[in-house]
């Protein structure tokens, strides 16, 4: 039911759904009612979308259940760690990545005779190449989120916003 009351609320439903019922605390389903308001969404894909999300972050490995305070520590591990490769990653290149087609060609050039397509797909497909792509995108996606133009949603990724 979308709505804090108990009454039906009957819609046209794909025939490829089912009904699963839950049977939370009044206080809960008003909170998760109030929650998906926020958001825009009705109650089911609310909870259906938390459940697809806990999902993945099971799946993952990642724990589930955590204090805040653990929470909060291990965020700050990470930022720490991530501070520090940010640091040694500046250092070590002036705060500029650079690929040198040469380097690249030297390395996957060995004894035996390869077309261009082989050379191209050795290429792609080294973790220099894939790393410094990644780091590109995501820096690009950041700076299209900045400006409005993408946004994330955890548990689903990146996608264009509406209208662009």
């Given at each position: 039911?979308?709505s804090p009351?108990?009454?039906?609320?009957?819609?046209?439903?794909?025939?490829?759904?089912?009904?699963?019922?839950?049977?939370?605390?009044?206080?809960?389903?008003?909170?998760?009612?109030?929650?998906?308001?926020h958001e825009?969404?009705?109650?089911?894909?609310?909870?259906?979308?938390?459940?697809?999300?806990?999902?993945?972050?099971?799946?993952?490995?990642?724990?589930?259940?955590?204090?805040?305070?653990?929470t909060v520590?291990?965020?700050?591990?990470?930022?720490?760690?991530?501070?520090?490769?940010?640091?040694?990653?500046?250092?070590?290149?002036?705060?500029?990545?650079?690929?040198?087609?040469?380097?690249?060609?030297?390395?996957?050039?060995?004894?035996?005779?390869?077309?261009?397509?082989?050379?191209?797909?050795?290429?792609?497909?080294?973790?220099?190449?894939?790393?410094?792509?990644?780091?590109?995108?995501?820096?690009?996606?950041?700076?299209?989120?900045?400006?409005?133009?993408?946004?994330?949603?955890?548990?689903?990724?990146?996608?264009?916003?509406?209208?662009?």
């Open positions: 039911m979308d009351s108990d009454g039906p609320d009957f819609q046209t439903l794909h025939e490829n759904t089912t009904r699963a019922e839950l049977f939370p605390a009044k206080q809960h389903k008003e909170e998760w009612w109030e929650e998906a308001g825009g969404s009705s109650l089911s894909r609310y909870l259906y979308d938390l459940i697809q999300e806990a999902r993945m972050y099971r799946d993952s490995g990642a724990p589930f259940i955590q204090t805040q305070d653990q520590k291990q965020l700050q591990n990470k930022i720490d760690d991530l501070e520090d490769q940010l640091d040694d990653a500046r250092q070590a290149s002036d705060g500029r990545t650079h690929l040198s087609i040469d380097d690249l060609v030297t390395r996957v050039l060995d004894q035996k005779y390869q077309s261009l397509d082989e050379l191209t797909e050795r290429i792609s497909a080294s973790d220099d190449v894939a790393q410094h792509l990644q780091r590109q995108i995501e820096n690009r996606l950041y700076t299209l989120a900045e400006n409005g133009r993408v946004e994330f949603q955890r548990g689903h990724g990146w996608r264009l916003n509406e209208g662009n």
